[in-house]
């Protein structure tokens, strides 16, 4: 008995022919499954807020589906993706600040978390205050550095696909990186939360020092 | 970078030392960056430090509820472009309503004035003695007059001879000889208005 057809597409290429020439739906689903967490992630660091997050993420798949089928594949999916995502979380930011006008580094309000199954209320509240806490954080980084840091370090993306996103030599990406881990970890040690990550530290740096910069 | 050397520069090891601190080197690269670090312990040091301090990090995953949340877009995004795909088919039909609505127009203005309740009408108006002859056909301002009188419940007036309704307006344009006509209606409406 032949096995019933798998329902995922290996590659970018695949899934763009299927679109063209196959099960549309089919291959809609894979590509938004394949990149719901990214185009997601991209759109709430831009906008600070889930439910923008999310009004963002569908109309950036509505759009890619509207132009799919004239993909050049000059550049990945994902490169192309990244523009589309930053285009409409930029046009939405420009709507919102005619409405209200809330900088970036306040623009984390107290949301509602799902809270995870394992964690108890207590832990699942602490946890979302310390994202609230770091994405905060991210957003006080310069934009490039933001992203660089981001991308390469959450998303695991390379340099070169990076490079192609946010149009930086791979010299400057690595500075960038560098530069926003460096950042990031003083703050950490730093910050509210400076205890927790103190405790972590080999015994030699976390004594006497009040104030760790690195 | 010194591609013939064993070891980099402080600047091109800072370049390199959080993607060795993550294990983000090949190994080739991380080892040429272990040499390197010998020669500056105080980046040493920075890498044991960051180590320390993005493994509590990922520990602590705050970026977790961004899987969670993004979830269920897939279902999301499939049913709003079912309907926006709906809602595509059904603008074609919003695009030809008006289109439909000025044919029809356009339409009553320039029937034949017998051919319907509207010629019958005009043809049996008892309010002059004398009654011209209406064309066969109107021309296309007659006819929007004609149908704004209609509608607007004016009566309609036939014409003493001589005050003739021009058939045609060769160099007006058709705002102009809908100007002059109402005018001219005008006209009548006030001279029978004013006769004894």
Redesign the interface.
């Known amino acids: 008995m032949p096995a019933p057809q798998a329902l995922s597409l290996a590659s970018d290429e695949e899934l763009i022919e299927e679109f063209r020439n196959g099960d549309r739906e089919r291959a809609a689903a894979q590509f938004v499954r394949r990149y719901q967490r990214f185009v997601y992630s991209v759109a709430y660091r831009y906008l600070g807020r889930h439910e923008d997050a999310q009004d963002a993420a569908q109309e950036v798949f509505l759009r890619a589906f509207e132009h799919l089928h004239r993909f050049q594949q000059r550049s990945t999916l994902r490169t192309w993706l990244y523009r589309i995502t930053v285009r409409v979380a930029l046009s939405m930011l420009r709507q919102r600040r005619r409405f209200e006008w809330t900088p970036l580094s306040q623009a984390f309000p107290e949301e509602g978390e799902p809270a995870a199954q394992t964690s108890t209320p207590e832990q699942a509240h602490e946890r979302q205050e310390f994202e609230q806490y770091f994405l905060r954080l991210l957003s006080t980084l310069p934009e490039k550095q933001r992203e660089t840091f981001v991308l390469r370090y959450f998303e695991g993306l390379s340099y070169e696909e990076i490079s192609q996103m946010l149009g930086t030599s791979i010299g400057g990406l690595k500075a960038n990186y560098f530069l926003a881990v460096r950042k990031i970890a003083t703050a950490l040690l730093n910050g509210p939360y400076a205890e927790e990550f103190r405790r972590r530290l080999p015994q030699h740096r976390s004594n006497g020092a009040e104030r760790t910069d690195i | 970078m010194e591609q013939s050397g064993r070891t980099y520069s402080r600047a091109e090891l800072?370049?390199?030392?959080?993607?060795y601190?993550?294990g983000?080197l090949q190994p080739e690269e991380a080892q040429r960056v272990e040499h390197s670090l010998e020669l500056y312990p105080d980046l040493a040091?920075?890498v044991?430090?960051?180590r320390?301090?993005?493994?509590?990090?990922d520990e602590?995953?705050?970026?977790?509820?961004?899987?969670?949340?993004?979830?269920n877009?897939?279902v999301?995004?499939?049913q709003?472009?079912q309907q926006?795909g709906a809602r595509q088919s059904w603008r074609w039909v919003r695009l030809l309503l008006p289109v439909a609505g000025l044919g029809l127009l356009l339409w009553l203005g320039l029937r034949p004035p017998h051919s319907d309740s509207l010629g019958h009408h005009l043809s049996t108006s008892e309010t002059v003695q004398q009654v011209e002859l209406l064309p066969e056909t109107l021309s296309f301002s007659e006819g929007l007059l004609t149908f704004a009188q209609w509608s607007a419940g004016i009566p309609p007036v036939a014409r003493p001879p001589g005050t003739a309704l021009p058939v045609a307006l060769p160099t007006a344009s058709a705002a102009d000889s809908l100007w002059q006509t109402l005018l001219l209606e005008l006209e009548a409406l006030d001279a029978e208005a004013t006769a004894p």
């Open positions: 800072e370049q390199l030392l959080a993607d601190a993550f983000q040091a920075e044991e430090l960051l320390h301090v993005f493994a509590h990090l602590l995953e705050p970026m977790r509820s961004l899987e969670q949340r993004s979830r877009l897939s999301q995004v499939l709003r472009w926006e």
